[in-house]
């Protein structure tokens, strides 16, 4: 398993329209030289009483998978420094008010967006969009 810190650490507040970028730091990587790249790596979100839904899957190799209702405003990426994961967020509305969470997970059988394959996971970071 590896460590995952999101932040902002707990909850944050935006208004409809805004942007945000979430962060999701590894610590406990499984080779250093490789960081984040060993893994698959989703953003998902959760609302009270909903399963978390996959918002965007990134594979070792970098490429990206998203969800239908994220391709046009949700934007992920694994950072230079391979130990960083961002979610980058515009033009919220306040259907998106939800926890958010980072997942790390073996490449292989590929996880997409099933929570049940990720064996590792960010304290969460409570979003809430209003106007």
């Known amino acids: 398993q590896v460590h995952l810190e999101q932040s902002p650490r707990s909850t944050v507040s935006v208004r409809t329209g805004g942007s945000l970028r979430l962060t999701c730091v590894a610590s406990?990587?499984?080779?250093?030289?490789?960081?984040?790249?060993?893994?698959?790596m989703t953003w998902f979100r959760q609302t009270t009483g909903n399963e978390r839904e996959g918002i965007v899957y990134?594979?070792?190799?970098?490429?990206?998978r998203y969800a239908d209702f994220a391709r046009r405003r949700f934007t992920a990426s694994k950072l230079y420094d391979s130990l960083t994961f961002v979610l980058s967020m515009d033009n919220l509305e306040p259907e998106d008010t939800a926890t958010y969470y980072c997942?790390?997970?073996?490449?292989?059988?590929?996880?997409?967006?099933?929570?049940?394959?990720?064996?590792?996971w960010g304290q969460g970071t409570q979003v809430t969009v209003s106007s």
């Open positions: 997942a790390a997970g073996d490449p292989w059988p590929v996880p997409h967006f099933d929570p049940r394959q990720y064996h590792s």
């Open positions: 406990g990587v499984r080779r250093a030289r490789y960081g984040l790249y060993d893994y698959a």
């Open positions: 990134v594979d070792t190799s970098g490429q990206s």
